[in-house]
C-alpha cells in the first residue's frame, strides 16, 4: 500500500523533480575513450593534466574508460595542443614517471605486451 502510494506520488510530480530525484539517488560516472599511443621504439605517451591537480601523468582516472592501442601516423615530438594539458611526453616502459597509479601502470603494461605480441 505504502508501495503504491509512493508511486502515484512519484508519477504525479514534475518532470524536474523526478530528474533532481533520479540525479541524487542514481550513481554517476564518466565514459570516455581513450588511447595508449605507443611508438615505434616501445614507449608510451602520456599527458599531464592542468585541471586535474594531483592526478600527475597518465590517462584519465575515475571514470569508465574505453582505451584503444594505437600508433602515432608519424614520428616526432609531441606537444599539447590543449589547454587542459600542461605536459606530454614519451616515456620508456622502465622509466615511467612517479605518481602513476597501480591501475595505470597495469593498462600501460597491457598495451606494450600486447604490441609486442603483434609485433608492432
Known amino acids: 500500500m505504502l508501495k503504491d502510494l509512493l508511486a502515484k506520488v512519484w508519477r504525479g510530480s514534475p518532470a524536474g523533480v523526478r530528474r533532481l530525484g533520479v540525479w541524487l539517488a542514481e550513481p554517476r560516472f564518466t565514459v570516455t575513450a581513450g588511447a595508449v599511443v605507443v611508438d615505434a621504439e616501445g614507449r608510451v605517451l602520456l599527458f599531464k593534466h592542468a585541471f586535474r591537480r594531483g592526478s600527475g601523468w597518465g590517462t ?3 571514470q569508465v574508460e574505453i582505451l584503444f ?3 602515432p601516423l608519424r614520428a616526432g615530438d609531441a606537444r599539447a595542443a590543449s589547454a587542459e594539458v600542461s605536459a606530454v611526453e614519451w616515456f620508456e616502459r622502465g622509466a615511467l614517471p612517479t605518481g602513476l597509479s597501480k591501475d ?3 593498462l600501460i603494461d597491457l598495451a606494450l605486451e600486447t604490441a609486442a605480441r603483434r609485433g608492432e
Open 104 to 106: 595505470q601502470r597495469r
Open 69 to 71: 592501442l594505437a600508433r
Open 60 to 62: 584519465a582516472t575515475q
